[in-house]
Every structure is written in C-alpha cells, then in structure tokens.
C-alpha cells in the first residue's frame, strides 16, 4: 500500500524575542504591563508534545487587541523540571520568550522598551528562519 505524506506550510506571522531576567513571571508581566501601557492576564498553561510521548506545561501571559497580539512565554516547563525541555530548545539561555504580531515597523519600538526595563538583563530578537521549535507557537 502506498503511504501518502501530509505536509502543511504555515505562514509565521510574528516575530519572536528571547528575554533573560531573574524575575518571575507575574513581575515580569506587570513591569511590561506598566513600561507599556498594554495589561497582560495570566492565560492557561500552553501544553507541548515533546518526542517519547511527554507532555510539558508553559505558563504565559497574553495581552490581544484587533491589530496587535504580545505574549509572554515563560521558557521552561512550570513543574520546575530543570533539564532538556524548553520552549525553545535552541536558546535555553532565554527565561522568557516574546511573541509579537504587530505592525513591522512596531517591532523595534518594542524591543527599545524592553531594553529599558530595569528587570531585563538581555533581549534579543530570535530569527524564524532555521528555527526548528517555531512550531510549538502554532496554536
């Protein structure tokens, strides 16, 4: 019997961008929240299918408009698991992770804003090109 192949192209309309900080993730989420003026609210954990069946909880915060989309992902599981699962397994050196859909030129406005919170020691933008873990943002 001829097996068929199932291959679906998605079109990744959002920039991603890593965060390292020592704060948690409801201090983080109010400094953005106060830095720029948007109000972030705790969402369900997103579930990830990891390879050998395993199933890993993120917590993340989540702030919509009808033009604009900024959520805030931490990068580790919340069972404090510490090891090999991460969000992004590319860049496990990230605490949190950024996914913005906005307009283009709004991108860098937001990463100048973060760079001026006092909290975060380093952001960086993460490109989608190459990136293998760009699927677990498909939800």
Request: hydrophobic share 40%; charged share 25%.
């Amino acid at each position: 019997m001829k097996k068929s192949r199932l291959v679906i192209d998605y079109e990744y309309n959002f920039e991603l961008i890593g965060i390292t900080t020592a704060v948690r993730g409801y201090r983080l989420a109010w400094e953005l929240n106060q830095r720029l003026g948007i109000t972030l609210v705790k969402q369900p954990d997103l579930v990830v299918g990891f390879k050998n069946q395993e199933e890993k909880s993120f917590s993340f915060y989540a702030f919509e408009t009808p033009l604009n989309r900024l959520k805030v992902f931490k990068n580790r599981p919340t069972d404090q698991e510490t090891g090999k699962y991460f969000l992004i397994p590319e860049f496990p050196h990230f605490d949190f992770i950024i996914l913005a859909a906005m307009e283009e030129h709004k991108h860098q406005q937001l990463i100048d804003l973060l760079k001026s919170v006092p909290s975060i020691q380093l952001v960086s933008p993460i490109a989608l090109e190459g990136l293998k873990s760009k699927s677990n943002f498909i939800f």
